[in-house]
């Protein structure tokens, strides 16, 4: 039998397995919605657009450094392997730590100081199959590559029996990122917010209504994975499984107060929020996380929030901005903007949020009224 045929039985193989798979409608089936397993998509990682180079490494501790997206997934996890044998400082229990609630938001509070926790929490993405993009222990802030959650690829016998040669012909075409922030809201005592941003893939159609390209967009926030790592979180620093996920499913509490957008002319603007400083923050700095934003420093003293921000309009790219990130295309060249989000407090239960530029002068441009109506629209979510 020569070399074209081998060819054409293995493929007429692919087509009966394919065809069987379809009409039992479990190629794509999602599995229990509480289960999550990444595995990091550095493999088609672009570069990150939201912050330069040179940030990552000035101001991350070497050695939390993790190493780029360019190395395969087996060196990678044989990497963390070796981490968790050796590593001595997995915490046995913390007392004091819980499930803090403000509306519809959740944060771990815990009762130790911000250096003492980052490298358990960074160990903790590392563990579940991430690479982190952002490893800054003296901002307090890491996020994570874009990675798949293989936990939606139902395991199905005829995935079982093709084996893990085929692995890469199942995909769920999405990818998620995650962002984690540490903040100081008292001596020794450590507020951790994990953020969650999606991406789907979707095609586009001709006139026939054909795919014929598919481009990858923003999907919707989803709480339930944020809620999910927070009751792994809690595990990994020692508390058990039935403790976390019952102090992440105790009921949420009434929606957060309403965000507003004034205008004021054609380009003035400021968010107002009915809420006092601590609260408005917060929001602040959560809406933040959630959208395009990488938050660069925080001076809660002062109520700034020192950010970059890429505009997707920028990119000049019509197939869509999720598809700069995972394409191999070198942007290097490209740099987000610098802008200060201010919070100030203007009564016991009221505040508002405005943009300066760089130099801390009020930035009364369009682009900084898109940068307010985007946060905006994430504080009333």
């Given amino acids: 039998m020569n070399l074209l045929q081998l060819l054409r039985q293995y493929f007429a193989v692919l087509l009966i397995l394919s065809a069987v798979c379809f009409s039992l409608t479990a190629c794509k089936s999602v599995t229990t919605n509480d289960t999550v397993d990444y595995k990091s998509a550095g493999a088609v990682r672009g570069p990150n657009l939201s912050l330069p180079p040179d940030l990552v490494t000035s101001q991350a501790d070497r050695r939390y450094i993790v190493q780029d997206g360019s190395a395969t997934m087996s060196e990678y996890n044989a990497a963390v392997k070796k981490s968790v044998?050796?590593?001595k400082n997995v915490m046995t229990g913390i007392p004091g730590m819980r499930i803090a609630r403000d509306g519809e938001r959740r944060w771990l509070v815990v009762e130790k100081p911000a250096p003492e926790l980052y490298p358990q929490i960074k160990d903790f993405w590392q563990e579940n199959g991430f690479l982190l993009v952002i490893d800054s222990p003296s901002t307090g802030i890491m996020e994570t590559d874009w990675a798949e959650n293989r936990a939606k690829i139902a395991q199905d016998f005829i995935r079982s029996f093709i084996g893990g040669a085929l692995d890469s012909l199942?995909?769920?075409?999405?990818?998620?990122?995650?962002?984690?922030?540490?903040?100081?809201?008292?001596?020794?005592?450590?507020?951790?917010?994990?953020?969650?941003?999606?991406?789907?893939?979707?095609c586009t159609t001709d006139s026939t209504g054909s795919c014929i390209s598919t481009i990858w967009t923003a999907r919707p926030n989803d709480p339930e994975l944020e809620a999910a790592f927070l009751a792994r979180?809690?595990?990994?620093?020692?508390?058990?499984?039935?403790?976390?996920?019952a102090q992440v499913a105790a009921p949420l509490g009434p929606k957060t107060p309403k965000a507003k957008l004034v205008q004021q002319g054609v380009n003035t603007a400021y968010i107002d929020i009915a809420a006092g400083f601590d609260r408005a923050w917060r929001d602040t700095g959560l809406a933040l996380d959630r959208s395009n934003f990488t938050v660069e420093d925080r001076n809660r003293a002062n109520g700034i929030y020192y950010v970059r921000y890429?505009?997707?309009?920028?990119?000049?790219?019509?197939?869509?901005?999720?598809?700069?990130?995972?394409?191999?295309?070198?942007?290097?060249?490209?740099?987000?903007?610098?802008?200060?989000?201010?919070?100030?407090?203007?009564?016991?239960?009221?505040?508002?949020?405005?943009?300066?530029?760089a130099d801390g002068k009020p930035e009364n441009t369009a682009a900084g009224l898109q940068l307010l109506t985007l946060l905006t629209e994430q504080m009333i979510r």
């Avoid at 075409?173 to 020794?188: A, C, H, W």
């Avoid at 505009?311 to 942007?331: A, H, I, Q, V």
């Avoid at 290097?332 to 989000?341: E, G, R, T």
């Fill in 85 to 87: 044998q050796t590593r």
């Fill in 170 to 202: 199942y995909d769920t075409g999405e990818r998620d990122k995650y962002k984690t922030r540490l903040e100081v809201s008292k001596p020794n005592e450590t507020e951790i917010y994990i953020t969650q941003r999606g991406a789907i893939e979707k």
């Fill in 233 to 245: 979180l809690m595990e990994r620093l020692g508390m058990s499984q039935e403790q976390a996920k």
């Fill in 310 to 357: 890429v505009n997707p309009k920028d990119l000049g790219d019509t197939k869509g901005f999720f598809t700069n990130l995972f394409s191999s295309k070198d942007d290097s060249s490209l740099k987000a903007k610098k802008y200060q989000v201010v919070v100030k407090s203007t009564s016991e239960n009221a505040s508002s949020i405005y943009v300066q530029g």
